[in-house]
Every structure is written in C-alpha cells, then in structure tokens.
C-alpha cells in the first residue's frame, strides 16, 4: 500500500477548469518512479472508470472521453501527479481517484469530489 493524497476538487461550472494534484508523501524518488500513476472517477451509481494514466515510461493514455479536455503529468521528483481538466461538462462529475499501481500493488487514495453545474 502506497498513502496517496489528492487535493484540488472542488464546484465549477461548465466549460470550466480544474487542477487535481496527488502527492506519494512517504515514497523517496527511487520507489515512486516504478509505479504507473493513474486517475480513476466513479460517479453516483456507476463503476468506476480510467480516466489518464502515466507510465512508469512516461507514456501517456487518457480516455476518449476527456481527450482534448484532460492532461495528466507526473513530477517525479516530488512525488506528484496531476490531472489538469479543462472544457469541464456535467458528466465529467465524480469522486476523482489517484492510483498507483506496481506488479500486485494497487493503491488508492481517498478521492476528491468534482462536480460540475451551473
């Protein structure tokens, strides 16, 4: 288990922005580098789904739906991954997830609410 910590979330309206960050605070460098970091969402009544991902490699993937509006990146050296989100809509609300993933390791963080109405 990795602690994951996200901030960021909050209420916009559409066509609006917003920039989720999630910090591995007790992983040094060399331990946060081997994990694929990721952003999952689950909205109310729905399972949850990928968002972005980047590789250990630095290869990105985003999910069509949010291609063109979302960016994942990674800051290694402090730990941090971030989902920046513009052009937001009503369907991208959700509870917003950071994940890391490495072999059998599979973490979560506590998840941070974005909702999105005008």
């Known amino acids: 288990q990795v602690r994951l910590v996200e901030s960021g979330g909050g209420s916009v309206q559409p066509g609006g922005s917003l920039r989720l960050s999630c910090v591995a605070p007790r992983l040094i460098f060399s331990e946060f580098i081997s994990y694929d970091m990721a952003w999952y969402r689950q909205a109310p009544g729905k399972e949850r789904e990928l968002v972005a991902v980047m590789s250990t490699n630095g290869i990105t993937k985003v999910t069509d739906s949010v291609k063109g509006r979302f960016t994942i990146s990674r800051n290694n050296s402090r730990k941090t991954v971030t989902l920046q989100m513009n052009s937001l809509k009503s369907e991208d609300t959700a509870v917003y997830y950071c994940?890391?993933?490495?072999?059998?390791?599979?973490?979560w963080g506590q998840g941070t609410q974005v909702t999105v109405s005008s």
């Open positions: 994940n890391a993933q490495r072999d059998s390791i599979n973490s």
